[in-house]
């Protein structure tokens, strides 16, 4: 069996299982080889220059084209060329030489001024006839060229040239230089009023002090925290004072537009001072607003009528810092560093008996995440873009759109686009988004998510805007439809088979109690409610309408707690709704029904068989601060200890017409012994105990089905391509004796196999059990359901260098251990550090019963500080395999000096490891040979290494040479409270 890493072209063998020591000899070969390879200085070099970039100024006839020399053009190009008329010029032509580019899609925008601000003068597009000229006549002109993700063309060349004299150049008369005005006067040239000729913001200085030097946008941006002020230096070609001297600007949408037209920045609230170092230099102090509203601004300055447009865009977040926002975080100051600016969380899912973090990489300081975030704001006023619970609330209906959800019954149905447990970070999904379209109302919604996706995308979006925010998963959590009665109803119904025994119908139920779901907090105080300071839960997951969209909060927390949903008058939005659904989510009763025999279809009669409390509404979790595996508990934030508050949620009416609550007489006792959790490949045991009440003294008969199905983590059936998604059902008889002590209680045990359960685990991560059963002789009936969680072995990483630095290498390699009785196919992995997304291409076509994959890898980190390294690996049969490793990059925090330039190649250098394939062949072949011929001589001397199975459904034929070895750590353990 072969493994093979495209990152470094190498080849290796698959490894079965060996001694502590022996498994030792592997990594020895490898990192050797590395050496060998890296100290022959055939690292790769690459040129990742794309065919124009950047802006270029021109200021002499010359031809721009789109750099492609013949071919076709790149993909994701923007580039611009400020065109300056030459002394004695104004007018500037651009003539058409060739013009071939993707209708609609790609453009080729001429601007008469030099920043993309206004309506272009010329916006082309498609096919243009060669000789067509465009003229400026201001003597700028500005040209951009860009092109989105997909098709390609034949690009374009086009010809500049100068012509007539500009009315804004004046070289004054020989008559008028008198013998003390020769034009080099430190004051300036009295020639004309003052203009500004310069307006620039150290970006270094003012990011350090907003903190905001994390953001990754190559200085594109100003990113300002409202509240928190900035300097800008103006110059001027001749004297001036202050008080001519203004800040003008208002929201943008980054292309063209002001969204809320331009406007005096201090009577926006905002605060402008103004310093003279000079008659000719100004430091201009610019603050926004404490209650600014956020986004993306263009700025400007005014000098005598004249605007000056700062030639970059100003980006105002919030800014938890300020104690006069209502974002502010009173508490401890360092654990912003959590809730603000840490890049990676954990995602807790599982069941409430066994839960663990996916590990998931935020990105919020990815340019594609960042811009999104200003993007996805355009539609919100800006009055409301001043006021956080109207932007947290826009962006839970905005994110849904933008992230497609889907809940399938079969893993096929997800094809061709990404399995929502494929994801491992932020950043891929908001520029796959990006990259969807040139336009935001074009653009397709990223497919697929999940709640814990909807929930790290969300708490993206809030950390880059400067929001205090966290993920949080409740287990067994209800999800109620409206109306809200705080009880989540099951329905069990008469086998179709004649027997009478009961199964669950989910075509009537309207209610679900999913093994968890994970929504967000968001932390600011509110003036518009009493008593609803701190976290505010909401949830961009689309489940229930909330004023005609799918969108939920921001409700106050300490509101859920006390089941309070008075005094909402002055929110504007229907809190009321949401803050029920997540009363509900936390505390809500399962009822239990059960068919009556009669009626049929919708007219099924039902009775009310019992109610299960306190069930509901378990283990809330979220990252610990500061600790990336680390769980904190936040049960008691939302709900009080359900055993001893003694409190009762209000119920409304049913419909008795419909529903009959009789009660049966109970005689016999029942209990159910089942696992969390199982391992997968392991065998497991399901326990049920029936048992005679002490007043009983007759013989019962009782009869037990039970019936296992493969289900998602909300409890919807998944059937991985089948008629049905049950893969066991198991009916037993059972006489209790009233006069015998040694036989008033039977005790059936039920053993699942991996043969019985594995087939089904390609699309569903849980197994239901649902057990009915009756007493013959008083009609009795106990109903009971229960999720079991299958958990995969996390894949182990490791890393060659201990010293991880900016900008150099990091070697390492993945092993990932196949648990189940044969092969799995397909195997796609992910490697995720600090917004580089890998993908690793193992072209294995399988992975033998209990074998082991190694997957060599090299990355190239780019920003310093903790960092996830996340690696996920899925495959046909089981849905995810994944495994992270906190890593410390040493250099400076944020952006190296060398950063701009690493970020920018670091992704083509990953890539571009391939290029050692060829450098690297004899060695990788070399070692290929000797691990062939260290396992041939582990077979001749070792005749009984190899693992056999006894699977009680049959035994599968293999291949000798091929046979797997069972790894001793994945061996099968019994409980040792369970009879087999």
Known sequence: MKVHSPALGTTFLELGSETEAESQDWWTDFTAWLDSVHNSGDTPTGNDKKQCEGQVTITEPT????????????????????????????????????????????????????????????????????????TSETGEMLVEFTTDATEAHQGFAAKVSFAGTSDDVESPADDDVGPEDDGGSDSGSDSGPAKIVEAEVDLRATHVAHKTDRYRTKDEVVVLRRGFPMTMKVSTDNPTECGKLSVWGGLHDGQNTFLSGKTDMSASGWTVSCKGTSNTAFDLTITPADLAAVGLFQLYVKLDGQEFVYDKYVAVIFNPWNKKSPEFWPNDASLLDEYVLSENIGLWRGSAGRNSPMRWALDQFEPAVFYSALDLLQGLDNQKRQQIQFVVRHLSSAENGMLHGKWARDEKDYDPYTKPWEWTGSGRIFAQWRDSSSTVRRRDSVRYAQCWVFSGAFTSLMRTLGMPSRSVTNFESAHEHQPYDNNCDAYWVLKADGSDDYTRDRDLENDSVWNFHVW?????????????????????????????????????????????????????????????????????????????????????????????????GKEISCNKPLRPTGRDDVTDEYKPDERNSGRV???????????????????????????QSLDVGSTGVLGFEVELKESVKDDRRVELYVEGQMVDYTGQPVTAGRDSSIFKTV??????????????????????????????????????????????????????????????????????????????????????VNPLIFPITNLKGQIHLS??????????????????????????????????????????????????????????????????????????????????????????????????????????????????????????????????????????????????
């Open 731 to 816: 009916r037993q008889f059972v006489r209790l004796r009233g006069s015998d002590a040694k036989k008033r209680s039977h005790i059936v045990k039920v053993e699942i196999n991996p043969s019985e359960y594995a087939p089904w685990l390609g699309s569903g991560t849980f197994m239901q059990w649902s057990v009915s059963g009756s007493v013959i002789e008083t009609g009795q009936r106990f109903l009971s359901n229960k999720n079991v969680e299958f958990v995969t072995p996390p894949i182990e990483l490791v890393l060659k260098q201990q010293d991880v630095k900016v900008g150099t290498l990091v070697d390492g390699a993945a092993v990932l």
């Open 63 to 134: 031809t721009i084209t789109d750099g492609s020399g013949g071919n076709t053009y790149e993909h994701g190009l923007d580039c611009k060329w400020l065109i300056k008329a030459p002394s004695g010029k104004k007018a500037i032509t651009l003539t058409i030489e060739k013009f071939d580019l993707e209708e609609d899609y790609d453009f080729l925008y001429i601007y008469s001024v030099p920043t993309a601000t206004d309506e272009p003068l010329f916006a082309l597009t498609g096919e243009v006839a060669p000789g067509k000229t465009f």
């Open 649 to 675: 949620l209000r119920e409304w009416a049913t419909d008795d017409s419909f529903l009959n609550e009789e009660l049966d007489k109970n005689d016999v006792k029942f209990k159910k012994d089942i696992p």
């Open 520 to 616: 967000n907090e968001v932390f600011f105080t509110r003036e518009d409610c009493e008593k609803c300071d701190g976290w505010q839960s909401t949830d961009a997951t689309p489940q229930e309408y909330s004023d005609g969209d799918y969108q939920l909060g921001p409700a106050p927390k300490t509101r859920v707690y006390n089941l309070d949903v008075s005094g909402y008058d002055k929110v504007g939005y229907d809190i009321v709704s949401d803050t029920h659904f997540l009363v509900s989510e936390v505390n809500a009763d399962q009822r239990h029904f059960l068919e009556k025999k009669s009626g049929s279809g919708r007219n099924k009669k039902f009775k009310l068989h019992y109610t299960e409390k306190n069930i509901i």
């Open 835 to 980: 917004g580089h997304k890998v993908d690793l291409d193992t072209q294995v076509s399988e992975v033998d019963a209990f074998g082991r994959l190694i997957v060599p890898f090299a990355l190239m980190p780019s920003v310093a500080g903790k960092q996830d390294l996340i690696i996920s690996f899925t495959c046909d049969q089981v849905t995810e395999f994944q495994g992270s490793a906190e890593i410390t990059v040493a250099g400076e925090q944020g952006e190296s000096p060398d950063a701009v330039a690493t970020k920018a190649d670091s992704d083509t250098k990953m890539q571009e490891q391939q290029k050692m394939q060829e450098e690297a062949a004899a060695q990788a072949e070399k070692l290929e040979e000797n691990l062939k011929q260290d396992d041939q001589q582990e077979e001749q001397q070792d005749d009984g290494g190899r693992v056999k199975e006894d699977i009680e459904s049959g035994q599968i034929e293999q291949d000798p040479e091929q046979e797997p070895v069972q790894d001793p750590e994945q061996e099968p353990v019994q409980d040792p409270e369970q009879e087999p």
